[in-house]
């Protein structure tokens, strides 16, 4: 069953999936005048408090999932670990957006770096690892300087093993979560990302490029427009609309870059969906990165994605940031943003905080650790990181 080419105004979006980025994409939604459908594993779920109707199960659950299907006009999601059997389920009577095959490629670190490849994307040097002999190969064609990851469910710095010498190797646990992916560690100057709407007439729109800096591999700091040349800018803009034609993408994607000693660009990995690192865009452009989703998953036009301010955005991460709140409150130029979450443990993501600047304005290191104020957690004498 096909929806219709434009979804109007009344029509009901269906969200698997109810974490912040659920929640942010049904508000979105709302001011389309879209009625928002989620489908979650759990009743108290941040999306939960904003959308009109939720329904719990399994993400596997057929039944559960055709009834939820029958109850909404088009299927979309808001992270990559749901079933894509359930999925499957899905496309038999609605139109899923991003597709299923997309989701798939994004799912399994192989599936995603061969399917790059194929694109013709330059990636960092990687092996995949299915047993221990697989990994003495990896060893021998990358050398003592690799990261392990596991091909699925990874995040924020999760299911990770650092080897950066013999001796890594050797403490490495004797049973490992196999399989996993080899990647060379590279030198690179900085990481960036693209978020590239597509919708469903194949036009493209990539929000500026954006900057990011890790703590704990865990995203701390996206700034908007990344401080790079224009030309390295246009760069990683036509990677991301490479990607997302090459994959036949419909909604938003992040696609997430390194920039090798040379000026390379390489990329790390995709997401199909909204994305941590553009939340700046809640602020700094009058249609966000998750109006541009919901826009491309309705099929309607797919606006300029400008921006009228520079941005920075900081994670509020686990228990120690959340007592920063009531200060973020009393502090002007701060747009606090929080997701609903009961619990603030070590680690999870409670919400953000952005910041903005008159276009062209965004400022170095001193002038953002003054801007941040107790939210800055860099050193703005350092200088040893490149922003």
Same mark, same amino acid.
């Given at each position: 069953?096909?929806?219709?080419?434009? %979804?109007?105004?009344?029509?009901?979006?269906?969200?698997?999936?109810?974490?912040?980025?659920?929640?942010?994409?049904?508000?979105?939604?709302?001011?389309?005048?879209?009625?928002?459908?989620?489908?979650?594993?759990?009743?108290?779920?941040?999306?939960?408090?904003?959308?009109?109707?939720?329904?719990?199960?399994?993400?596997?659950?057929?039944?559960?999932?055709?009834?939820?299907?029958?109850?909404?006009?088009?299927? =979309?999601?808001?992270?990559?670990?749901? !079933?894509?059997?359930?999925?499957?389920?899905?496309?038999? *009577?609605?139109?899923?957006?991003?597709?299923?095959?997309? *989701?798939?490629?994004?799912? $399994?670190?192989?599936?995603?770096?061969?399917? @790059?490849?194929?694109?013709?994307?330059? *990636?960092?040097?990687?092996?995949?690892?299915?047993?221990?002999?697989?990994?003495?190969?990896?060893?021998?064609?990358?050398?003592?300087?690799?990261?392990?990851?596991?091909?699925?469910?990874?995040?924020?710095?999760?299911?990770?093993?650092?080897?950066?010498?013999?001796?890594? *190797?050797?403490?490495?646990?004797?049973?490992?979560?196999?399989?996993?992916?080899?990647?060379?560690?590279?030198?690179?100057?900085?990481?960036? !990302?693209?978020?590239?709407?597509?919708?469903?007439?194949?036009?493209?729109?990539?929000?500026?490029? =954006?900057?990011?800096?890790?703590?704990?591999?865990? @995203?701390?700091? !996206?700034?908007?427009?990344?401080?790079?040349?224009?030309?390295?800018?246009?760069?990683?803009?036509?990677?991301?609309?490479?990607?997302?034609?090459?994959?036949?993408?419909?909604?938003?994607?992040?696609?997430?870059?390194?920039?090798?000693?040379?000026?390379?660009?390489?990329?790390?990995?995709?997401?199909?969906?909204?994305?941590?690192?553009?939340?700046?865009? /809640?602020?700094?452009?009058?249609?966000?990165?998750?109006? /541009?989703?919901?826009?491309?998953?309705?099929?309607?036009? %797919?606006?300029?994605?400008?921006?009228? !301010?520079?941005?920075? /955005?900081?994670?509020?991460?686990?228990?120690?940031? /959340?007592?920063?709140?009531?200060?973020?409150?009393?502090?002007?130029?701060?747009?606090?943003?929080?997701?609903?979450?009961?619990?603030?443990?070590?680690?999870?993501?409670?919400?953000?905080?952005?910041?903005?600047?008159?276009?062209?304005? %965004?400022?170095?290191?001193?002038? @953002?650790?003054?801007?941040?104020?107790?939210?800055? $957690?860099?050193?703005?004498?350092?200088?040893?990181?490149?922003?």
């Amino acid at each position: 069953m096909r929806a219709a080419l434009s %979804l109007r105004p009344g029509a009901t979006i269906g969200i698997i999936g109810g974490g912040q980025l659920g929640r942010m994409s049904a508000a979105a939604a709302a001011r389309l005048g879209f009625h928002v459908h989620v489908y979650a594993t759990h009743a108290d779920c941040p999306a939960s408090e904003v959308a009109r109707h939720v329904s719990i199960g399994a993400y596997d659950d057929a039944e559960a999932l055709r009834a939820f299907a029958s109850r909404v006009d088009v299927v =979309t999601f808001e992270f990559e670990n749901v !079933s894509a059997a359930g999925l499957a389920v899905l496309e038999e *009577l609605r139109v899923v957006r991003p597709s299923r095959d997309i *989701l798939e490629v994004s799912q $399994d670190r192989i599936i995603e770096k061969t399917r @790059l490849s194929e694109i013709g994307v330059a *990636l960092a040097p990687w092996r995949p690892v299915r047993n221990r002999k697989e990994l003495d190969a990896a060893v021998e064609a990358l050398g003592h300087h690799l990261i392990l990851k596991t091909t699925r469910l990874g995040y924020d710095g999760k299911g990770q093993f650092r080897v950066l010498s013999a001796d890594d *190797l050797t403490a490495l646990p004797a049973e490992l979560p196999y399989p996993l992916v080899a990647e060379g560690v590279i030198a690179f100057d900085r990481e960036l !990302s693209v978020m590239v709407a597509r919708g469903t007439d194949g036009t493209t729109r990539c929000f500026d490029v =954006t900057q990011n800096i890790h703590r704990n591999g865990i @995203l701390d700091l !996206s700034l908007a427009p990344a401080p790079i040349p224009s030309e390295l800018a246009d760069r990683a803009t036509r990677l991301a609309t490479r990607v997302a034609d090459g994959l036949g993408l419909v909604g938003i994607m992040g696609v997430e870059m390194f920039v090798d000693a040379e000026g390379a660009l390489l990329v790390n990995e995709i997401a199909p969906r909204p994305h941590n690192s553009a939340h700046w865009t /809640m602020n700094a452009c009058l249609v966000d990165q998750f109006e /541009m989703h919901i826009r491309a998953v309705a099929g309607l036009p %797919l606006p300029p994605a400008t921006r009228h !301010s520079d941005a920075a /955005m900081k994670n509020l991460i686990g228990p120690d940031d /959340m007592t920063l709140c009531d200060m973020i409150f009393r502090t002007p130029g701060q747009s606090l943003h929080l997701y609903g979450k009961a619990e603030a443990r070590p680690g999870r993501k409670m919400g953000h905080v952005n910041i903005i600047f008159p276009r062209g304005s %965004l400022p170095g290191r001193v002038g @953002l650790a003054a801007a941040l104020g107790p939210l800055a $957690d860099f050193d703005p004498e350092d200088g040893s990181e490149n922003f």
